[in-house]
């Protein structure tokens, strides 16, 4: 084979790939050069997911007419001028990459006017190549619009999904872009509706209201930065009780760069240690500042992933920072040095190590009963019947058989019950369905518009109807039955989620656990007689295996040899 250099043509296509991988790039890349030109608003429009055009204006410094042609050349910018600014970048951009791939791609049109000229100024582009270019009036700032966006390399389009997905990933990066400048006024349209609109008055509260709304926005946690940490940290977090079944609500933050970085995500997750259980992640929008010359963002054309010099003072400043608010909010922390020890009684119980984990093991579950009459099934132990004798802080229900002491997990016990369950109906092809007495709006994430077609049928079929009522609305038309007491927005925003992070054939699996999980009985509340027995009943009334969906057991047995031996009486 003969080595040849590729024409320009090609060359430029096949770098614009790197850089424009859909219409979210393109809104990202004019996005982060309104923000580096000193934007204080921004606003996008967009038609058919940006396929058939993207405009994006601010009120920045603008170009100036004489270097609009050198705008869109390859590797010009404004940004660096040597080596030694590569290594402690500022601004957003540096690569001279994204004008120039744009243009590669599409049919563009930039409007720019600097302060104190006495027009605007104009070029158009197609293919990369400048078609025209002149004056015309114009407002201060930049205007950046792209049309019939990958006209020129139609493979891409084999890889872009529907309007409303491209549309939603369109929202994710305007929402991560208000985070980082709540500062900055922030508009998102898409044909006549409007997605976004934040008021750019630098409370990131407010901004997370428009991302997620009041409820959840009113919940958050402040995070203000830690003392002992080495890195300034600022940001919001969620309560354990708003978490998610995967991590598309983490939003990660450096110098106001929205970023993917391994040591940062697992900093917040750890900083959740004991506060929420294994396969939850919290809502967390995490900012931290660090001297530029010690991370690296030019590792991938897109710049979202970054490498920090300094990676473990970075974890330790994060999870520091976001454990101290999490542990400052918690009502523990505020009942600290309220609580005197209690006084000391005539005869002490002599300190025994009373080591229960050796004594607890697995309960083995007995065969299941045939009889579909869920709560008349006797819960047997392996000696023989169960008899319920009460409930421990509300949450674990207490039972005493031939061989020992059983503690129920209740929440556990419930949602395995009603998972194995779920998944049985989904065999059947028949769901419990609960229709709703009028059709409830709820307010879907970008996140969950894009999942959203792919769910629709699994979600159908586990009694969820949806009908669309614009680009982010939809009408809840139906929930399962066992989920009619829960809140049906919260139930759609954790099934679609749970599905967004499901895997292929395996996907409705977990949309069966989150809808188990959120329908079943709490920790923490009061069960009466019956309850109890019930859900002991229905634990073994279906062939349901020892553990819940998420892995944590459903039972635990303390055997009587075990007890005896404690007590000193074998």
């Known amino acids: 084979m ?19 991988e859909r219409p979210a790039s393109v809104v990202k890349e004019l996005v982060e050069n309104a923000l580096d030109a000193g934007a204080s608003a921004v606003d996008v429009e967009v038609r058919q997911g940006g396929l058939a055009s993207i405009r994006v204006s601010d009120d920045g410094c603008g170009i100036a007419a004489d270097e609009l042609g050198l705008a ?10 040597s080596l030694d600014d590569l290594a402690a970048v500022t601004s957003l951009g540096f690569r001279g990459e994204a004008l120039a791939s744009i243009a590669a791609a599409a049919h563009v049109r930039l409007l720019t006017r600097v302060a104190g000229a006495e027009s605007a100024a104009f070029v158009e582009l197609e293919g990369g190549v400048v078609l025209t270019q002149g004056t015309e009036a114009g407002a201060p700032g930049t205007s950046v619009t792209v049309e019939a966006l990958f006209s020129t390399i139609p493979a891409r389009l084999k890889f872009i999904r529907s309007a409303s997905a491209e549309t939603a990933r369109i929202r994710s990066v305007l929402d991560h872009m208000a985070m980082a400048y709540p500062h900055v006024r922030f508009g998102l349209r898409s044909e006549t509706r409007t997605l976004l609109q934040t008021s750019g008055n630098g409370v990131l509260r407010d901004v997370m209201a428009a991302v997620y709304g009041t409820e959840v926005a009113g919940s958050l946690i402040e995070v203000t930065g830690s003392a002992r940490g080495v890195y300034p940290v600022h ?29 940062l995500s697992v900093a917040v997750e750890q900083a959740y240690t004991g506060l929420l259980m294994e396969g939850r992640y919290p809502i967390a929008a995490v900012l931290v500042d660090i001297p530029p010359a010690e991370v690296d963002a030019n590792v991938h054309p897109n710049k979202r992933e970054v490498r920090l010099v300094r990676d473990g003072d970075a974890f330790t400043s994060v999870q520091r920072a976001v454990r101290e608010a999490l542990l400052a909010d918690s009502p523990v922390a505020e009942a600290r040095g309220l609580l005197a020890p209690p006084p000391a009684i005539a005869a002490p119980i002599a300190s025994a190590s009373f080591a229960l984990p050796a004594a607890v093991e ?5 065969e299941p009963a045939a009889a579909t009459a869920v709560a008349q099934a006797p819960l047997q132990g392996s000696g023989g019947p169960l008899r319920i004798l009460g409930q421990i802080s509300n949450t674990y229900v207490v039972a005493e058989g031939a061989d020992g002491m059983y503690l129920i997990d209740q929440h556990a016990a419930h949602e395995a019950v009603l998972y194995y369950r779920l998944l049985r109906q989904w065999e059947e092809g028949q769901p419990e369905v609960q229709p709703m007495l009028e059709p409830l709006p709820v307010e879907l994430t970008p996140e969950q518009v894009e999942a959203l077609p792919g769910a629709q049928p699994t979600l159908e079929r586990y009694g969820v109807t949806l009908e ?3 680009d982010a609305t939809w009408l809840v038309r139906s929930v399962p039955l066992m989920a009619r007491s829960i809140s049906a927005a919260k139930l759609v925003a954790e099934v679609l989620d749970a599905h967004r992070g499901g895997d292929g054939a395996e996907t409705h699996l977990a949309v069966a656990a989150s809808i188990a999980c959120h329908s079943a009985v709490r920790a923490g509340q009061p069960l009466g007689a019956q309850e109890m027995e019930a859900l002991s009943s229905a ?8 553990h819940c969906p998420h892995g944590r057991p459903t039972m635990l047995r303390v055997t009587t040899s075990a007890l005896e031996r404690e007590f000193g009486r074998s």
Do not use: C
Request: glycine share 10%; charged share 20%.
């Open 539 to 546: 634990l073994l009334a279906e062939d349901i295996p020892q």
């Open 235 to 263: 940001g919001m977090v969620g309560p354990a009780e708003r978490s998610r079944p995967n991590r598309t609500g983490m939003s990660l933050f450096v110098n106001g760069r929205w970023v993917s970085n391994r040591t």
């Open 468 to 470: 669309p009522f614009g």
């Open 362 to 366: 697995s309960a083995p579950l007995p």
């Open 72 to 81: 869109f050349e390859r590797h010009a910018t404004s940004k660096l001028r």
């Open 2 to 20: 003969v080595i040849r250099v590729l024409p320009p043509a090609v060359a430029a296509g096949i770098a614009a790939g790197e850089v424009i």
